[in-house]
């Protein structure tokens, strides 16, 4: 079956830093690939998505995310963060119509 | 409607009642979607509709979880004989068609069975 796996379950960063979130993921094919963005009491907002083509993917708010099949990963990016950008990140791999969400990494922003 | 919309949004019931909670998912998608957000879990698939029907229940934690679509529009989750441990965030999504489509979820209702 397939899965994802985000190996940091925090991470800190100052305004203005880069941010990389790791995610590994285990499946035999092409994977369907996504990153969720959760702020505190809400629902979750898809950042980006990968199905095939150019492995750099550009999503919303700034982030990317690059699918290397050689090590398994879809880790997304951030050049410069923002204070609002702190909240919880979820990876998530589809079978079909199913997501498999990782643990989530929650970022921390300070000034 | 514009988005997933999910009530109520907040839900606190007693332990042993049963509790009804609502999607009303993005006009035309034909695929929803339910999970359950719980601390130590994290994010649960539940069911999936494809219409009004569910192919996949597999999700559902045990014979007193229920879900119904109708009209191929709202859905309505229900628990029965709430207990502590379905204390959660249960939250909605749909999506165009299904398989490999973009999900958008909707707020999500928190539940608290005390």
């Known amino acids: 079956a397939q899965s994802v796996t985000q190996p940091d379950i925090h991470i800190t960063v100052s305004e203005g830093a880069s941010l990389e979130l790791r995610c590994n993921y285990s499946y035999g094919a092409t994977p369907y690939l996504f990153w969720y963005v959760q702020s505190p009491g809400q629902g979750l907002q898809l950042l980006l998505k990968?199905?095939?083509?150019?492995?750099l993917v550009q999503g919303i708010k700034g982030f990317e995310a690059e699918f290397k099949r050689s090590q398994s990963s879809f880790n997304l990016r951030k050049p410069s963060v923002h204070w609002s950008d702190a909240a919880e990140y979820f990876c998530?791999?589809?079978?079909?119509?199913?997501?498999?969400f990782g643990a989530g990494t929650t970022v921390t922003v300070r000034a | 409607g514009a988005g997933v919309s999910q009530s109520p949004s907040n839900k606190v019931t007693e332990k042993g009642k049963d509790v009804e909670l609502r999607c009303d998912p993005i006009s035309g998608h034909t695929a929803l979607y339910w999970y359950r957000q719980s601390l130590g879990q994290g994010l649960e698939f539940l069911i999936y509709?494809?219409?009004?029907?569910?192919?996949?229940k597999s999700g559902l934690p045990s014979d007193r979880f229920s879900a119904e679509r109708t009209g191929g529009s709202v859905s309505t989750l229900t628990i029965q004989r709430t207990q502590q441990e379905d204390s959660a965030v249960y939250l909605c999504?749909?999506?165009?068609?299904?398989?490999?489509?973009?999900?958008?979820f909707g707020q999500g209702t928190r539940l608290t069975v005390v």
């Open positions: 509709f494809q219409g009004n029907s569910a192919p996949d």
């Open positions: 999504a749909s999506s165009l068609e299904g398989p490999n489509t973009e999900a958008f």
């Open positions: 990968y199905f095939s083509g150019d492995t």
């Open positions: 998530a791999i589809s079978n079909d119509y199913k997501l498999s």
